[in-house]
Each structure stands twice: as structure tokens, then as C-alpha cells.
């Protein structure tokens, strides 16, 4: 799942970025109105996790030319404005999703999790292929009931690759999905990744590499 969050409270953004990586998602940070709608225009995001009181550009704004322009992204709004009216008007303008601050870290995860299942390209909460079951909330896999530890990265790579259903994803999908923008198109995080997964997930191999074209399960 990729993220975006724009939240003018640097300190707040980091630690929820920081918090979101370990849960496997890639996450990109901004700190202003206008800097999240350049993001969402350039990159293609799950879930978008905005402020409502972004400075240069309003969050309300910000939301509404995301709807108008039809951005795929679901969005969540945080807000120190908990009251009935505030949450309804934030819903009004285009929001998916209303959280107040604060806010326990937990249900945030929950509930980007949840709005990610509702994307035009959702997915059930457990997948399961050739043998794998993975639970994206237990953050938990198992390839015929053997558990199998993973690194965030490597179950990320893995989830990408499971709601292919099949399918070729590209390293460059893979990039575009696993990792955040400061990443380079030019390095081996992905051969990598691929390489120690495929390692723990075991024989028979089930994670294959189409030379020149991407990856399948």
C-alpha cells in the first residue's frame, strides 16, 4: 500500500510516516496544501492521509480539486475539529474517511487498511495463492501453514505480487508500490528483495522472475 500523508506538524507527519513504514507501507510526507496536491497529481496513491488546517493551500481544498480531478486515492482527514458538524462537512467536500486528533496510532493503521479495501482495485483482507496465506492487518504469512517471517519490505513486495492474482508486476511497479519516492529507479532493492523472499518462502519455488519483464506468483 502507498501512502500519502500532508500534515503541517513536522514532528506528528514523521512519526506517523515512520510508524506506517513498519507496518509495510510506503509512505511519502509533505507539509503543505500545495505540495500534496503535486504529489497526488504525479504519484498514484492508496489512501491519502490529509490535514485539514494545511497551510498555503486549505485542506478543504486540497480535497475538493482531488475529487474533481478524480484522483483514485481514497482520503482520510485529520483534524483537531471533532465536533459532529466538522466531521460532516469534512465528509461533504469529499473525504472517505474523518479522524480527530489525537488519535491512537492502531486505529489509524485500521482504518487506511480499511479505505485501501474499498479502492477501485480492492482486495479481501486475507489473500490467499499457491499455498500462501497472507493477513495484511496480522501482518502474518504462511505458505502451507509453516509461518514465515518477513521484513516489511519483502511482505510488502509479496502482497503487491498476491493481488496481481497472477499477473507480471514490473521492478519498476514493485518501486512505485513498495517503496517511497527517495528510493533510486536505478538500484537492486527489488532483485534483492525478491531474492531473500523467495529464499523464505521455500521449495518448491513460487515467486517467478520473467526475464526483462517482472515477477509473478
Known amino acids: ?12 507527519a514523521d512519526i506517523v510516516a515512520t510508524g506506517l513504514r513498519r507496518e509495510t507501507m510506503a509512505v511519502d510526507v509533505v507539509y503543505d496544501g500545495d505540495a500534496a496536491l503535486e ?17 498555503v493551500l486549505h485542506g478543504d481544498e486540497v480535497c475538493r480539486r482531488l475529487v474533481a480531478g478524480r484522483v483514485p486515492a481514497r482520503i482520510i482527514m485529520l483534524t483537531a475539529a471533532g465536533d ?17 486528533k489525537p488519535f491512537d496510532f492502531p486505529e489509524l493503521v485500521a482504518r487506511l487498511r480499511a479505505l485501501a479495501r474499498r479502492s477501485p482495485q480492492s482486495v479481501p483482507p486475507v489473500l490467499s495463492r499457491a499455498g500462501i496465506t ?26 503487491i505480487l498476491m493481488r496481481a492474482d497472477g499477473g507480471l508486476v514490473s ?47
Open 171 to 217: 521492478a519498476e511497479d514493485l518501486l512505485e508500490k513498495a517503496w517511497d519516492e527517495n528510493i533510486s529507479y536505478f538500484t537492486n532493492s527489488v532483485r534483492v528483495t525478491v531474492m531473500t523472499l523467495r529464499k523464505k518462502l521455500g521449495s518448491p519455488p513460487v515467486v517467478e522472475t520473467v526475464t526483462g519483464s517482472g515477477y509473478r506468483l
Open 84 to 100: 459532529l458538524g466538522s466531521k460532516v462537512e469534512g465528509l461533504s467536500i469529499g473525504a472517505d474517511d474523518y479522524l480527530t
Open 134 to 159: 497472507l493477513d495484511p492487518g496480522r501482518r502474518e504469512v504462511f505458505r502451507d501453514g509453516r509461518y514465515v517471517a518477513l521484513s516489511p519490505k519483502e511482505f510488502a513486495v509479496l502482497e
Open 39 to 55: 504529489r497526488a497529481a504525479v504519484n498514484d496513491y492508496d489512501v491519502i492521509v490529509l490535514d485539514r488546517d494545511l497551510p
Open 1 to 12: 500500500m502507498r501512502v500519502l500523508i500532508a500534515e503541517d506538524e513536522r514532528v506528528l
